[in-house]
């Protein structure tokens, strides 16, 4: 199928995000490959992500394969999301975060912010290796500086017959990165000219000899590697190819039953009921994929208690996007009862870590994916994924809070250092939502209000009428 909507010319992005981990070497390679592309479709559909490439290359000592990722994303806000997803939500082993997963080693994450990026030919057909490489700095003025230099970078990076280029930077850390894309070097047979490929880009001249003198840029990382996968949304989104093997044959590309976004996505959603027998309960059912004529309103039974899970009597649950995508069968995993998150009382808890009658919000866990979710009268929770309210709140707005809330918690308070913004007035603990009028926006103010930041909100309001308002 044809890719669509990458064609050459500068790239708007203004974030990137980078990751290298090590997968074990007895991991077969078609495993591997049928991975990334079955859990590709519960990932690139993050907003604001245009692309990634997926890297390999071999460790030349223990023959683990290196992969991870190379992605551009529109905003700072839509790269934390997907690193909040990836790292508090996503789960492919059941209790298992995604970056938890044991046979991930040295894993290494940086967010960066984009100088510049620049597609100098069609991702199509020539995107074939990429390389990263990453430089300590030292100085101010990071920004200015590197956009100073990039016109000429980028100029360079189209005489050297580069497919792409990228100049990053990550003030906390103060790292500099760059990121460049080469086409295939033909050799004698496929296997050649994957090798000759990966040489030539490797031991080529680096686009570091035009970083600022002063800031004393020093390497701490560089690798060359194939691109195993490249990752489309924006083509999926125009009707066009979702992913693309580059290395094919070389590499295997996904089997059949992970060859194309439809195959990689489940044909109907998962039935996961308790026995027939029981008590029933009333719940809103996903017959088929497709539009509200494929939910039913209808009994199934109802869940039983279970050792460290809760049963909760759903008394609200908000609406999410992502239950669009579960309940149109564009979601890697789906229950029939959609609903990623609720509130409600406890109903049973055999545990005893919550009382019965406890008021509690709940969320993820598996919640409308794996599980039946919040659509129905009750649901049935990890623990961990369950939380007490202490709140006077009408059922109806409490409904609106756990998901919103958590979204904006995890972007607030403590994360890695690489996902923070650069803040030169950090001792006064200021804080800009933008925007101010959203439901994230205000749940950022209510997260933070007890601690008196100076805050600063931007409102967009072109639907009113009304300009920016503070």
């Avoid at 700095?137 to 590197?146: C, F, K």
């Avoid at 989104?237 to 060859?259: C, L, Y």
């Avoid at 309103?297 to 999410?320: A, M, S, W």
Wanted: a neutral charge.
């Amino acid at each position: 199928m044809q890719i669509l909507g990458y064609d050459a010319g500068p790239i708007g992005c203004r974030v990137a995000f980078t990751s290298d981990f090590a997968v074990p070497a007895d991991m077969p390679i078609q495993q591997l490959v049928n991975n990334v592309e079955n859990e590709r479709a519960s990932m690139d559909v993050r907003r604001g992500m245009r692309h990634k490439y997926v890297p390999l290359r071999f460790d030349p000592a223990t023959g683990a394969h290196l992969v991870g990722g190379r992605y551009l994303f529109d905003s700072w806000d839509d790269m934390v999301d997907y690193v909040r997803f990836t790292s508090s939500e996503l789960e492919f082993e059941p209790g298992v975060k995604f970056w938890d997963r044991p046979f991930f080693s040295g894993i290494d994450k940086h967010a960066w912010y984009v100088v510049g990026a620049h597609d100098f030919t069609p991702m199509a057909s020539t995107h074939y290796v990429n390389r990263l490489e990453r430089f300590a700095y030292t100085g101010a003025d990071i920004r200015g500086r590197l956009a100073a230099v990039w016109p000429t970078v980028s100029e360079a990076a189209a005489t050297q017959r580069l497919a792409s280029a990228w100049l990053l930077f990550q003030p906390d850390e103060h790292q500099i990165g760059i990121v460049t894309v080469a086409d295939r070097v033909e050799g004698s047979d496929d296997a050649e000219t994957a090798s000759r490929s990966l040489a030539a880009l490797e031991h080529s001249k680096s686009l570091a000899r035009f970083l600022p003198r002063e800031l004393a840029p020093e390497k701490v990382f560089d690798r060359a590697s194939l691109n195993l996968s490249l990752w489309l949304p924006r083509s999926r989104n125009a009707g066009g190819a979702t992913s693309a093997f580059p290395t094919f044959p070389v590499h295997p590309v996904p089997e059949a039953a992970a060859s194309s976004s439809q195959d990689s996505l489940p044909a109907a959603p998962a039935v996961v009921r308790e026995r027939p027998g029981g008590e029933r309960m009333r719940a809103i059912v996903l017959e088929k994929f497709g539009g509200l004529d494929s939910v039913v309103y209808t009994d199934i039974p109802k869940p039983l208690p279970k050792h460290g899970e809760v049963v909760i009597q759903v008394r609200g649950f908000g609406l999410n996007h992502a239950e669009l995508h579960m309940r149109r069968g564009e979601w890697a995993e789906a229950a029939e009862v959609s609903g990623i998150e609720c509130v409600g009382v406890v109903a049973s808890c055999p545990g005893g870590e919550f009382p019965v009658g406890a008021k509690v919000a709940a969320l993820m866990g598996g919640l409308g994916r794996t599980i039946n979710g919040s659509y129905a009268e009750y649901t049935r929770v990890r623990t961990a994924n369950v939380a007490s309210i202490d709140s006077e709140l009408p059922w109806s707005q409490l409904a609106a809070l756990p998901e919103t809330f958590a979204t904006a918690w995890t972007c607030l308070f403590p994360q890695p250092q690489s996902l923070r913004r650069a803040n030169p007035r950090r001792t006064r603990r200021d804080l800009v939502v933008r925007p101010g009028r959203s439901q994230d926006g205000g749940c950022r103010w209510c997260a933070r209000h007890s601690d008196r930041p100076q805050l600063c909100t931007f409102c967009h309001a072109r639907a009113t009428g009304r300009g920016p308002g503070v």
